[in-house]
């Protein structure tokens, strides 16, 4: 790409990285501490946990590490089912079968494209352990039936809000609700740490023996005894240090989000041919990614013609349950999910556009589409 071309260009995602990440990763540098020791690790735990209303919050090294703490932390395992939909990016589908449990499952609600609550007592048996939610592209799912559900069955509820920074499900800020709940803090979402992530609870025991399978189960007298098996999935302090800076102007970022969320809006809301995730009445979008729906014959020559004029996109997930690994599961009819994925473009949505970049980005949208 030319020095001109990389100007033009308009990626799907930008994190917004300024000087105090620069400063806080600077001190790292110069005392020495950039592993899993040092006080930033600890600060972004404690000011994270705050942020969201929470008791506990552990930091590690990556989202997926996160969701497989949670499922080890809750004793899930072999013979054990967890809900989980369809469409999501494929890490908490993994995270079950790390564990040895099994996925099944549940379609997409087709107005904000989540968990569809509706469709998850059908889906539960005697083996069903956990209902795995995920809050997908910034719009939180409907908790108040999952955990009246998960209520009724003596289940787990956990959540991946790794797409849902600072969302909030009727004034509550997801990520908190669940049992256990995950975090991911990679290059592209709205709090990054370049890799990381975060498991947050409420319970003092699971914080606990998250804290100690995350530190190779290191006995907490005895920094050389080890007495259950453990992994290495801390959080280095240089991350740590770029997620409290990303986490100090996190309401910025927010701020940022809507107002390019808002342009899209206006702009292509009222288009024949072009869905946008609804926004319910109970729920506090964060818009992750601005996500629209257009034809599945539309779509990828959409994308092309958006691509051949600098600007980059992203199809939906597509449904976990028909990707190789998950070949038993192929048969299952998830209509609504199947449809969305087939259907979905992920926008440029990053922290830094400009009203001019989103301008552009809408009317090269409605010179194909028109």
């Known amino acids: 790409m030319s020095e001109i071309d990389r100007d033009r260009f ?41 942020y969201l209303g929470a008791k506990h919050s552990i930091a590690v090294c990556n989202g997926t590490v996160a969701l497989h703490l949670a499922m080890l932390t809750l004793g899930i395992g072999r013979g054990d089912e967890v809900i989980v939909p369809t469409l999501t990016y494929i890490a908490p589908v993994n995270a ?9 499952f549940v379609d997409s609600h087709p107005d904000y494209w989540g968990l ?60 908190n609700i669940g049992m256990i709940n995950t975090f991911s803090f990679y290059g592209n979402k709205i709090i990054t740490t370049g890799e990381g992530g975060m498991v947050v609870t409420e319970s003092n025991a699971l914080s606990d023996l998250c804290m100690r399978l995350k530190g190779q189960g290191v006995v907490a007298e005895n920094m050389y005894w080890h007495d259950l098996l453990g992994y290495n999935y801390r959080m280095s302090n240089v991350a740590a240090a770029i ?21 899209y809006r206006r702009e292509l809301g009222s288009m024949d041919g072009v869905v946008i995730q609804a926004e319910k009445p109970w729920a506090l979008n964060v818009y992750w990614m601005f996500s ?10 959409l994308r092309q013609f958006l691509a051949q004029r600098m600007i980059e996109t992203r199809p939906f997930f597509s449904p976990v349950h ?15 999910a199947q449809d969305i994925s087939e259907r979905g473009i992920n926008l440029p949505s990053g922290p830094t556009l400009t009203n001019d970049e989103v301008g552009h980005v809408c009317d090269l949208v409605k010179q194909y589409l028109t």
């Open 116 to 175: 569809d609550p509706n469709r998850i007592e059908e889906n539960i048996t005697p083996k069903t352990k956990a209902i795995l939610v995920v809050h997908l592209y910034g719009h939180p799912c409907d908790m108040d039936p999952i955990s009246e559900i998960a209520e009724k069955h003596n289940l787990f509820v956990i959540e991946d809000a790794a797409e849902a920074h600072g969302a909030e499900y009727k004034g509550r800020k997801v990520g």
């Open 243 to 263: 997620g409290l800076a990303q986490l100090d102007r996190v309401d910025e970022t927010l701020a940022n989000k809507k107002r390019i969320a808002d342009l």
């Open 96 to 104: 079950i079968k790390y564990v040895g449990a099994t996925p099944v």
């Open 322 to 336: 028909t990707m190789p690994m998950y070949s038993e599961h192929r048969s299952r009819k998830l209509p609504v």
């Open 292 to 301: 629209i729906l257009v034809s599945p014959m539309q779509r990828e020559p």
């Open 10 to 50: 308009i990626p799907v995602y930008k994190p917004f990285i300024g000087a105090r990440e620069r400063k806080y990763v600077d001190e790292c540098l110069e005392t020495g501490w950039i592993s899993g020791r040092g006080h930033f690790v600890k600060d972004f735990e404690q000011s994270f946990a705050k």
